[in-house]
């Protein structure tokens, strides 16, 4: 996943030796919600960095103006393995709603609780699809699990694409995660519900496109003011900004 470890430097020895070998890096998610917050990210240790598109190209170009690496707008690889027009929106309403959250502390599964508890109050149909590490049995020093469970709502798990495709939900709810642009390729209507923009001391890219329904005042929110919340026009130009659809053909 990226140049995590002091393995990649290893491979960029070996390419500044053997100028004919290329270290080649493919983008791994969107980071959070598009902003690299991760230090050890930044910097590219690679040849040729295959990003997702112009905006994450603009980014780290920033990020490495010093370094001599090469950045590619090549697209999500797994994107460009599907025709995206043989996808449309649905514009049926079946009071079904879909939650993909990254509730990995308890600061933030309280905050989907109240998200929950308020849809339901809505008569809304819940389907919640767990982050893969939501209640691995990892333990802290205290003892206590350092991913909690997600309780009282109906989940769903298997691959994601084939659930997106299916495009069964009035709308899905979804925070910083790649999962958001996921909903949206397959043409989903996503409302962005992140409790993190702000308070960590950032601004996500989502956040310029997309209103964020952790700001709504949960007490007089309405089922008409969630369906005014949504956008295809604002998913789809943020979904554009971030993302190149290619045909994973690569051409140096």
């Given at each position: ?202 601004i996500t890219h989502y956040s310029h496109f997309l209103p964020n329904l952790f700001d709504e005042d949960f007490a007089s929110l309405s089922k008409d003011r969630l369906y005014e919340l949504l956008s295809i026009e604002k998913q789809e130009a943020l979904f554009n900004d971030m993302i190149y659809l290619g045909n994973n053909e690569i051409d140096l």
């Amino acid at each position: 996943m990226n140049w995590q470890s002091k393995r990649e430097s290893l491979y960029m020895v070996w390419t500044s030796k053997y100028p004919k070998s290329k270290f080649l890096v493919i983008q791994h998610g969107s980071y959070v919600g598009g902003y690299v917050t991760d230090i050890a990210h930044r910097y590219a240790k690679c040849d040729v960095f295959l990003t997702w598109g112009s905006y994450f190209v603009s980014a780290f170009s920033k990020f490495n103006d010093r370094k001599k690496v090469k950045l590619v707008s090549f697209g999500n690889p797994i994107y460009n393995c599907f025709n995206r027009e043989h996808y449309s929106y649905n514009t049926q309403l079946k009071n079904k709603v879909l939650l993909l959250p990254t509730a990995l502390n308890n600061e933030n599964l309280n905050y989907l609780y109240s998200l929950i508890e308020k849809f339901k109050s809505l008569n809304f149909e819940m389907v919640l699809k767990p982050h893969a590490l939501q209640g691995n049995n990892y333990i802290n020093p205290d003892g206590t699990f350092k991913y909690p469970k997600i309780e009282g709502i109906n989940q769903i798990k298997g691959a994601l694409y084939p659930i997106l495709q299916e495009n069964d939900y009035d709308f899905i709810i979804s925070d910083h995660s790649t999962s958001l642009l996921d909903a949206i390729f397959f043409k989903n209507k996503v409302l962005y519900f992140d409790p993190n923009n702000k308070v960590k001391g950032y601004i996500t890219h989502y956040s310029h496109f997309l209103p964020n329904l952790f700001d709504e005042d949960f007490a007089s929110l309405s089922k008409d003011r969630l369906y005014e919340l949504l956008s295809i026009e604002k998913q789809e130009a943020l979904f554009n900004d971030m993302i190149y659809l290619g045909n994973n053909e690569i051409d140096l």
